[in-house]
């Protein structure tokens, strides 16, 4: 599946791959929080099949996703588990 780009990412036709829009705008949201991880980096650790050096701030980009979804659903922090 092509991203914003034009290019196409292994694994991006999982749900919360970052190629697609709402993953798209979950890694902008991680980004803007200070993430550094490329989307597909971010789409392979959401899928279970990569490593993230910044557990947190994606756990803190889900768990706005999903106020923002009106679902009550907060991810934890490394610390809190």
Do not use: I
């Not at 910044?54 to 768990?63: G, I, K, M, R, Y």
């Amino acid at each position: 599946m092509p991203n914003r780009r034009g290019c196409s990412t292994p694994g991006a036709s999982s749900p919360g791959s970052p190629t697609t829009t709402s993953g798209w705008d979950l890694w902008l949201a991680y980004f803007a929080l200070g993430g550094a991880a490329l989307p597909e980096e971010l789409g392979r650790y959401l899928a279970g099949t990569g490593p993230l050096g910044d557990h947190d701030v994606a756990a803190h980009a889900l768990s706005e996703r999903f106020v923002d979804l009106d679902l009550d659903h907060p991810v934890p922090y490394l610390a809190d588990g």
